[in-house]
């Protein structure tokens, strides 16, 4: 069973930015970062797999970059240009399995709440 910590959630103005952070108990093949807004779903941000290979919702594509650093299994996600619908809580997530990140095989760390204002 793999654990996650996420950390680096805050508040900031509209057009900053921020850099959360992952700690990861082992390797995992694939981690992603979710967010979820009050009252609605909990979606999908970016993920980073073996090869490596990045992939970014089109909401924060250009703005948020997700990279690794393997020596620490430690996730990020450096998120620049911040606008008011990006505050959520920013949940951490790994695939305790494979390399596909699908759903099914996550783990979830506890959450960092980021705020952005105008």
């Known amino acids: 069973q793999v654990r996650l910590v996420e950390s680096g959630g805050g508040s900031v103005q509209a057009g900053g930015s921020l850099r959360l952070s992952c700690a990861a108990s082992?390797?995992?093949?694939?981690m992603a970062w979710f967010r979820q807004a009050p009252g609605k779903e909990r979606v999908w941000v970016a993920s980073?797999?073996?090869?490596?290979?990045?992939t970014y919702a089109d909401s924060v594509k250009g703005r948020f970059t997700i990279s690794k650093d393997n020596a620490k299994n430690t996730l990020y996600l450096q998120m620049n240009s911040l606008k008011p619908e990006d505050t959520a809580m920013y949940y951490c997530?790994?695939?305790?399995?494979?390399?596909?990140?699908?759903?099914?095989?996550?783990?979830w760390g506890q959450g960092t709440q980021v705020t952005v204002s105008s």
């Open positions: 997530a790994a695939d305790q399995y494979g390399a596909t990140c699908d759903r099914s095989s996550l783990a």
């Open positions: 082992r390797y995992t093949y694939c």
């Open positions: 980073y797999t073996f090869i490596p290979t990045t």
